[in-house]
């Protein structure tokens, strides 16, 4: 068969263009520019449906999320038993575990879970990032003045760490003379040891850490003479470090834990406290208490 004229596909396209688009768009000379208007045009369309539908997807998720119940709870994931780093990433803890189940009969869904440093926590809180400070936070004068404290959950004194084999024994604080001792910024321990520069007068280099788990690294690889820490933490870094890490000091300071909500609020306070009270007379307790205190290997470790 013979054929007279193939017109390409493209050409054909063209051709109709030069015809329609004078007629169509007034005031453009033809094809190829309307062929440009019409993609710019498609292009800034899609664009916006793009935009449009994410818009909508976000407002969706966040209507779900606002329907939801969360009760923010910020610590610092260096402190185990009550609160640590577990194998799988996920941040474990005794009062991470007590935090969830206070929020659930408080009437919450759930608790997200927000990790800072120690020192970060309280301003945090002022600034409305957090609803409750979870950290084994000890209940001090100074801190009340910024925070309402929940009524006590744990007790603790603070220790001192160190590396079992350096050779290095104090038998009291006075022996920290001319050492270096490591410790988390912010916390009672560091006020302790600059107690003992300020007000006995001891040469101790105290070096202040983030977290306390760098700390003990430091200690471990002979960086520093030892660390200060309270005494259920110091226990617990001795049992995961045994034969390298001992208590040498323990100083009874009589500290007590609570949990920190903003300064007048009161609403969570009394749920917290409400709440609280019942679980430590129940038997969760003390299945909460086995299970991280009790056993020679932290869960999820
Ligand atoms: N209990 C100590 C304090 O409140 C240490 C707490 C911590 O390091 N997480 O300062």
Known sequence: MEVNKVVSPDSFRESILEVLCPLLFPGTSGGKEVLEMVSIKVIGVAVLVLVVVGVAAFLVFKAGEQGKKVLKVGTSPDFPPFEYVAANGTIMGFDIELMRLIAKKSGYDDIEIVSMDFDSLIPALEQGQIDVI???????????????????????????LVRVGSGFKPQRVEDLEGKTVGVQTGTTAA?????????????????EYSSYVLAIQDLLAGRIDAVMVDTPVAKM???????????????????????AVQEGNKELLEKINKTLQEIMQSPEWDKLVQKYFGSEKLPGT
């Open 237 to 259: 870094f001795e049992k995961r470090y045994k034969d390298k890490l001992a208590i040498a000091i323990i100083v009874k300071t009589g500290e007590k834990y609570g949990f």
């Open 134 to 160: 979870a950290a084994g936070m000890t209940i001090t004068e100074e801190r009340e003045k910024r925070v309402d404290f929940s009524i006590p959950y744990w007790e603790a004194d603070q220790a001192i």
């Open 191 to 207: 006020d302790y040891l600059k107690s003992l520069v300020d007000e006995k007068g001891l040469n101790i280099n105290i070096k």
